[in-house]
């Protein structure tokens, strides 16, 4: 079993700035893919970037302003958001696919972060 938090969330002006984070723990053996996902009100869950290894995939909405790292010595994820944009504005989840010693990989979401680009 394992769990995920993040953090990093809130209420920013348009062109701002936010780095989200992603801290997993609990039985880990390793970590495959680790990604963000996010939902505006009204809308489905939507990719918005995700990592496994040095391959990385970013949605074409964010690309060129969202940057997603990973420090795999932390189980952690990053989501260095800038020029942020009122069509940001959603609740950001975490996902990783973990696989905990001696068994399968499973997916695991965090709670969400909320993201508010507003003036």
């Known amino acids: 079993q394992a769990q995920l938090v993040e953090s990093g969330g809130g209420l920013v002006l348009p062109g701002g700035s936010l780095r989200l984070s992603c801290a997993a723990s609990?039985?880990?053996?390793?970590?495959?893919?680790m990604g963000w996902y996010r939902q505006a009100p009204g809308k489905q869950r939507e990719l918005v970037a995700h990592?496994?290894?040095?391959?990385?995939v970013y949605a074409d909405s964010v690309k060129g302003r969202f940057t997603i790292s990973r420090d795999n010595a932390k189980n952690t994820v990053y989501l260095q958001m800038n020029s942020l944009k009122p069509e940001d504005t959603a609740v950001y989840y975490c996902?990783?696919?973990?696989?905990?010693?001696?068994?399968?990989?499973?997916?695991?979401w965090g709670q969400g972060t909320p993201v508010t680009v507003s003036s």
């Open positions: 996902n990783a696919e973990i696989i905990s010693t001696g068994r399968n990989m499973n997916s695991y």
């Open positions: 609990g039985s880990i053996s390793s970590i495959n893919d």
């Open positions: 990592i496994t290894s040095g391959r990385i």
